[in-house]
């Protein structure tokens, strides 16, 4: 690992360099080891890969993970015909997990489409094989859907906890990032895609300023369809997921708590540097560098920065509205640009109860929502929500 040399940039997420000397392709990889302790894949498997991918060339990087993705589909269906059911199920939530990471640099339009549908498929067999308390749903949203999964607790009496995810993820890869440690620690879990997320911008949903709209209709769904109760739900956002909670957090009425990994109630500040940022960089892109640019334009609606910009202009969120108890998450290589975000957002907050949590390098979870270090996010979350409901 080597610390940054270089200015951060607007949108850093990771204050060293891991493996990769492209920094999204460093991001996304660090990734794929973050989730190897939920049941994606493990160290070994994940620099197996690596060793496969040419830094910076974003189709290299698709290849290898979705091979790898076939690879560990082979092995379930193996094992899975030898009576070997959890193994099998093992191997299968490998499969989505190298199908996952495969699409994070694959280009917009059918070969994202076509590797999110193994993705999709792998996950809900590998739920089915580890007897995962899973039942997924789809919420009717503008004559779409938005999809999730509800994962019930043993308990009756456990809360809710409702994990909203950013711009690079999708429902399933939160049961990777924090949803399986939270059912583990006690907690009825939801996870779904809002407008923009997943593959939902391929029905022509986009991000929407007014996030807490989509938010509140899925706490509706929760309480109507799977029996959480009001008071005892708490949103968890993560990444953009941090400015739609924020949002949430100043109009949905339901809520015990509210935590963002990082707050994040200005994205429109982000886009804008970045695509400065962008604009005056030297050189050329690298083509994962230019994918993670289409991808963010695919799920905000636009085709190039200028749109961007447009559409992403009403995202502001108003902390005076917020008196939740709220907790903020921090990682210390995080850009200024978040950190300072995060910072103003919980004082200027009014709830009488609220938390600043902020990690260095020796927590080993100081990157972008403790991308380096999941449990520690788990940790903070659920120390939290146990304080707050009692438990």
Same mark, same amino acid.
């Given at each position: 690992?080597?610390?940054?040399? #270089?200015?951060?940039?607007?949108?850093?997420?990771?204050?060293?360099?891991?493996?990769?000397?492209?920094?999204?392709?460093?991001?996304?990889?660090?990734?794929?080891?973050?989730? &190897?302790?939920?049941?994606?894949?493990?160290?070994?498997?994940?620099?197996?890969?690596?060793?496969?991918?040419?830094?910076?060339?974003?189709?290299?990087?698709?290849?290898?993970?979705? /091979?790898?993705?076939?690879?560990?589909?082979?092995?379930?269906?193996?094992?899975?015909?030898?009576?070997? @059911?959890?193994?099998?199920?093992?191997?299968?939530?490998?499969?989505?997990?190298?199908?996952?990471?495969?699409?994070?640099?694959?280009?917009?339009?059918?070969?994202?489409?076509?590797?999110?549908?193994?993705?999709?498929?792998?996950?809900?067999?590998?739920?089915?094989?580890? /007897?995962?308390?899973?039942?997924?749903?789809?919420?009717?949203?503008?004559?779409?859907?938005?999809?999730?999964?509800?994962?019930?607790?043993?308990?009756?009496?456990?809360?809710?906890?409702?994990? $909203? &995810?950013?711009?690079?993820?999708?429902?399933?890869?939160?049961?990777?990032?924090?949803?399986?440690?939270?059912?583990?620690?006690?907690?009825?879990?939801?996870?779904?895609?809002?407008?923009?997320?997943? $593959?939902?911008?391929?029905?022509?949903?986009?991000?929407?300023? #007014?996030?807490?709209?989509?938010?509140?209709?899925?706490?509706?769904?929760?309480?109507?369809?799977?029996?959480?109760?009001?008071?005892? $739900?708490?949103?968890?956002?993560?990444?953009?997921?941090?400015?739609?909670?924020?949002?949430?957090?100043?109009?949905?009425?339901?809520?015990?708590?509210?935590?963002?990994?990082?707050?994040?109630?200005?994205?429109?500040?982000?886009?804008?540097?970045?695509?400065?940022?962008?604009?005056?960089?030297?050189?050329?892109?690298?083509?994962?560098?230019?994918?993670?640019?289409?991808?963010?334009?695919?799920?905000?609606?636009?085709?190039?920065?200028?749109?961007?910009? @447009?559409?992403?202009?009403?995202?502001?969120?108003?902390?005076?509205?917020?008196?939740?108890?709220?907790?903020?998450?921090?990682?210390?290589?995080?850009?200024?640009?978040?950190?300072?975000?995060?910072?103003?957002?919980?004082?200027?907050?009014?709830?009488?109860?609220?938390?600043?949590?902020?990690?260095?390098?020796?927590?080993?979870?100081?990157?972008?929502?403790?991308?380096?270090?999941?449990?520690?996010?788990?940790?903070?979350?659920?120390?939290?929500?146990?304080? $707050?409901?009692?438990?």
């Amino acid at each position: 690992m080597e610390p940054q040399t #270089e200015t951060p940039r607007p949108d850093q997420r990771l204050a060293r360099r891991y493996h990769f000397n492209d920094p999204d392709m460093d991001l996304f990889f660090v990734a794929a080891l973050g989730w &190897g302790p939920a049941g994606g894949l493990d160290v070994g498997q994940a620099f197996y890969v690596a060793s496969r991918i040419t830094d910076g060339e974003a189709d290299t990087w698709v290849q290898a993970f979705a /091979d790898y993705g076939d690879v560990q589909n082979a092995q379930a269906d193996a094992w899975k015909r030898r009576g070997w @059911k959890r193994a099998a199920g093992e191997a299968r939530l490998k499969a989505f997990a190298s199908y996952r990471s495969a699409w994070q640099f694959a280009m917009p339009g059918p070969q994202f489409a076509a590797i999110y549908a193994k993705h999709q498929l792998a996950f809900a067999t590998a739920m089915a094989e580890l /007897d995962m308390p899973a039942t997924f749903f789809e919420l009717p949203y503008q004559d779409k859907a938005l999809p999730g999964v509800f994962l019930r607790h043993a308990d009756p009496d456990a809360p809710t906890a409702l994990v $909203i &995810g950013g711009a690079d993820t999708c429902f399933e890869d939160l049961f990777l990032t924090i949803g399986r440690n939270l059912l583990d620690r006690g907690y009825s879990v939801a996870l779904v895609d809002l407008p923009g997320q997943g $593959i939902t911008q391929a029905q022509g949903l986009h991000w929407e300023p #007014e996030a807490e709209r989509p938010i509140s209709m899925v706490i509706d769904l929760l309480i109507e369809r799977f029996g959480a109760v009001p008071g005892r $739900i708490a949103l968890i956002g993560l990444s953009l997921g941090g400015y739609f909670v924020t949002r949430a957090a100043g109009h949905e009425t339901r809520l015990a708590t509210v935590i963002a990994s990082t707050p994040f109630p200005d994205p429109a500040q982000m886009f804008a540097l970045s695509v400065r940022s962008a604009t005056e960089r030297a050189g050329m892109p690298s083509a994962a560098a230019m994918r993670s640019r289409l991808t963010t334009f695919w799920k905000a609606g636009a085709t190039n920065g200028q749109e961007l910009l @447009k559409r992403t202009a009403g995202m502001v969120a108003d902390p005076t509205r917020v008196t939740v108890p709220f907790l903020s998450i921090l990682g210390g290589g995080d850009s200024p640009v978040f950190a300072r975000q995060a910072r103003d957002w919980h004082q200027r907050i009014p709830a009488t109860l609220k938390s600043f949590v902020l990690l260095d390098e020796a927590t080993g979870a100081d990157g972008h929502v403790q991308i380096n270090n999941r449990l520690r996010l788990a940790q903070e979350c659920c120390g939290w929500m146990d304080d $707050i409901f009692g438990r």
